[in-house]
């Protein structure tokens, strides 16, 4: 099946009501008065067909809101939906009808190639895939071995399928005129006729960053060199020598140093004895710290008690004395020294207590007594106390002992050891220095060799890629098939429409512009017959894509057909062509207008036959009175500024166009 | 009450009222004969005269110590508790002047409204007679009181709570 752009319906989403036009598989008509907004409808067209920006006339701003357009790619059915206002916003695509996209979730895209971060990539890539057509980077200028390439959008395509009125007949046609540009077009229309093989251009991609990978690498790797050779760095070779040493010399060390340690480990039994003496004198040592410790608090305690005893004997004596010296006092009474009051003492009065003489001494005897055990108590404690004394200056003295053993021990057998380990340590240490700065120099010398080996697989690589590409290039279908195909459907437009002296009618094989009597397009001075053979060669482009497997959308927009006909001519294109050539050939002629319309029938018509879909749609001021009637049923829009016969004032047809 | 085999010695009424002599006799008047010991010092000094160890600790905190106490004074078991019931418990020093004054020993002088307490002449005689070698360290921790003896009622009880403070 042939890949194919159906528009559907256009639907101007508007602020009063919305503005529809549908559309048919094969030729549509749109015609009416000027400023009725014909010319609108294709440019809105275009625009949701990604186009950067639209031209809005005064009445679309005030009434309409945002643009729709139903189309089918493929069989598939899509609504895209995009803001007339800011042309930069994403594009949505439903893929559904219009009227059923509340319940389909938007795929938004990125109108131009600039805006990298839409959700779902760019609009042009969304529409090349939908339409199968292969998405490549073509050459901006295709003679030069390592030309930029740009990414092959949409929109250079839609060129070919869209004829606006400033293009219609125009010398600039399809951008003729301006060369520098032209060539990407040219490019493009090789690889709309897949004569441009999309082998060919990724090999010659491919070939071309081979090789400026190739031009950089030699770049880096004479940079690299002239470092090395200025900054004096030592040869793969002889680097390597180096490290080899290093290691040996490492490994030799290493080995000495285990012997050195092996024998520190033999000679250090004696230390583990002398070391499991020191522990036990020192636990020992501090047991008896422990219970001189005790002793002493315990001494400390009999002292305190002694001394309580003693003063208590002192005290009961110092009574006995004063009972004798006071005398004893029973309920006296006598006047107060202060008042003269009487006082009386009562025996309990304070809570004293006279205790009988017979207790105290009782109390006496029994005091001295546990003074004396106590005194005893002390001595044979003091006693203890000594000896653990002297049992501790002992094991101080041992302990001390043991200690300087052990201490002349270690300094006897590990000195040596260590002063000699130390050196070791130390030249090992500036051996794997030595070594790791080794390593960094070759890993540099490295890579300038790698640099080196990847040149050569690259030159590798682009020579079997010449020949590759040299094969490709033999076996490509000729664009010259392609130009005498085109060539051969214009003489047949031309004949049909019945132009005169038709004679030297080819394609050129330079811009792939037509030639008509031996003159270029750009160089005829007729406006009108530019006309005919922009239709003639635009619409031979379309039945090609009707026979051919081409890279076209297969619709054609057509505005305005009779731009230099007849009455109709603007005033702002009539300096564009020789209106004395246009009566000459007869342009305005009604036939040849006519037979315009019929050829056109005819290419819908052969592509109908043949299964293909097509689909052309024709702006025009207006249409042939005798074909009138035929063309009514393909009518999709007509439009009068008079509404004569009750035909809407325009596309926007709730408003007053004559005031507008 | 006594059922205990047990004798509150520092209890012993007559023992009480010859420290009293002792007090009354070597510290009621200054150098200048002015009468010095009203009933809270006199309460003061009994309890620094019986708990030695908390006089010397504050003879230490004001730097007047002199004389030294003997170290079987302070190091016992008693200096290790703190009882203070006698600082606070103005019955006991109240009842001991009663009975000073029925012995006939007391001598009261009022100055500005205030009791200072003395010995008569008869008190003086009793002093002389109390010997012996409790009586002779009661007067040696007096003598030692002589230092602070000036102090009113309330620094003293200041620089109690500050040796109290440190003993806890």
């Known amino acids: 099946m042939k890949s194919y752009l159906r528009i559907e319906r256009l639907i101007l989403v508007g602020i009063r009501k919305n503005y529809e036009v549908k559309f048919e598989n094969g030729l549509n008509i749109i015609h009416g008065d000027s400023d009725t907004g014909k010319s609108s409808i294709l440019e809105f067209i275009n625009y949701l067909l990604g186009s950067s920006k639209i031209e809005l006339a005064d009445e679309m701003i005030s009434s309409v809101s945002y643009a729709a357009l139903e189309v089918i790619i493929n069989d598939t059915p899509y609504t895209i939906v995009r803001d007339i206002f800011k042309p930069l916003d994403y594009i949505e695509v439903y893929q559904c009808g219009f009227e059923k996209r509340e319940s389909f979730i938007s795929r938004k895209y990125a109108p131009n190639f600039s805006a990298s971060s839409a959700p779902d990539g760019i609009f042009s890539d969304f529409l090349m895939d939908a339409l199968d057509f292969p998405r490549l980077n073509l050459k901006v200028s295709p003679t030069q071995a390592n030309s930029q390439f740009r990414r092959l959008s949409f929109r250079n395509i839609m060129k070919f399928a869209y004829v606006n009125q400033d293009d219609m007949g125009s010398k600039n046609l399809l951008g003729l005129g301006d060369w520098a540009k032209y060539t990407y077009t040219k490019e493009v229309f090789k690889y709309m006729y897949n004569v441009l093989d999309t082998d060919i251009s990724d090999v010659e991609m491919l070939l071309s960053a081979k090789r400026s990978e190739l031009q950089s690498l030699k770049k880096k790797y004479e940079n690299v060199s002239d470092f090395l050779r200025e900054t004096g760095y030592e040869s793969i070779p002889s680097l390597d020598d180096a490290i080899e040493q290093c290691d040996v010399l490492h490994e030799s060390i290493s080995h000495e140093l285990n012997s050195i340690n092996a024998n520190m480990l033999a000679n250090s039994d004696n230390y583990k004895e002398l070391k499991t003496y020191h522990s036990e004198f020192n636990l020992k040592l501090k047991v008896t710290l422990k219970s001189i410790d005790d002793l002493e608090r315990k001494r400390e305690q009999y002292l305190r008690l002694r001394n309580d005893y003693s003063n208590d004997i002192e005290k009961i004596k110092a009574i006995h004395l004063a009972n004798k010296k006071i005398g004893l006092l029973k309920n006296v009474k006598c006047n107060c020294p202060v008042c003269d009051n009487l006082i009386i003492l009562e025996s309990t009065d304070g809570g004293y207590v006279k205790s009988k003489s017979e207790a105290l001494d009782e109390e006496l005897m029994s005091l001295i007594k546990r003074e004396k055990s106590l005194e005893e108590l002390i001595y044979s404690l003091s006693g203890e106390q000594k000896e653990l004394l002297i049992a501790k200056a002992k094991l101080e003295l041992d302990l001390l002992k043991v200690s300087e053993m052990i201490d002349t021990e270690t300094a006897g057998f590990v000195t040596p050891y260590l002063t000699q380990r130390d050196s070791l340590l130390k030249e090992m240490t500036s051996v794997s220095k030595k070594r790791e700065s080794l390593v960094a120099s070759l890993r540099v010398r490295n890579h300038q060799q790698d640099l080196l080996s990847k040149q050569n697989t690259i030159s590798d690589n682009i020579s079997t890629i010449t020949d590759k590409l040299e094969l490709l290039r033999e076996k490509a279908p000729s664009i010259d098939g392609v130009l005498s195909y085109l060539a051969d459907e214009l003489m047949r437009f031309l004949t049909n429409v019945k132009i005169k002296n038709r004679k030297e009618i080819g394609i050129n094989n330079k811009h792939f512009s037509p030639i008509v009597r031996g003159r270029e397009y750009f160089n005829i001075t007729s406006g009108g017959l530019r006309t005919i053979i922009t239709i003639g060669h635009m619409s031979s482009i379309l039945k090609s894509s009707v026979d051919n497997e081409v890279n076209h959308p297969r619709f054609l927009l057509l505005d305005t057909i009779g731009k230099y006909l007849g009455k109709n001519l603007k005033d702002k294109y009539v300096e564009h062509t020789d209106l004395r050539d246009d009566v000459q050939e007869g342009v305005s002629d009604p036939e040849k207008y006519e037979n315009i319309y019929n050829s056109l029938i005819e290419i819908c018509n052969y592509a109908e036959k043949k299964k293909c879909p097509c689909q052309i749609i024709v702006v025009d001021n207006d249409v042939p009175d005798s074909l009138s009637e035929r063309l009514k049923t393909i009518t999709v829009a007509h439009y009068s500024s008079k509404k004569e016969n009750d035909l809407p004032v325009g596309l926007i047809d709730d408003i007053n166009y004559g005031d507008a | ?168």
């Open chain 2, 1 to 168: 009450m006594n059922a205990l085999p047990f004798i509150p010695l520092d209890e012993e009424v007559n023992l009480n009222i010859a420290i009293l002599i002792i007090i009354l006799s070597t510290l009621s008047k200054n150098k200048n004969g002015n009468f010095l010991l009203d009933k809270n010092k006199i309460q003061v000094f009994m309890y620094l005269i019986k708990n030695p160890s908390k006089l010397e600790d504050i003879l230490l905190l004001t730097g007047k110590k002199t004389a030294p106490i003997a170290m079987e004074e302070t190091f016992t078991m008693k200096s290790l508790s703190l009882n203070v019931d006698m600082l606070f418990d103005s019955m006991k020093i109240k009842s001991l002047l009663k009975k000073l004054a029925l012995l006939g020993m007391l001598n009261v002088s009022k100055v500005d409204g205030v009791s200072f307490f003395s010995l008569t002449e008869y008190g003086e005689e009793i002093y002389k007679e109390l010997d012996g070698e409790f009586f002779l360290k009661i007067n040696k921790l007096a003598k030692n009181i002589d230092k602070i003896k000036s102090l009113t009622s309330g620094k003293l009880n200041s620089l109690l709570n500050e040796v109290f403070k440190v003993s806890k």
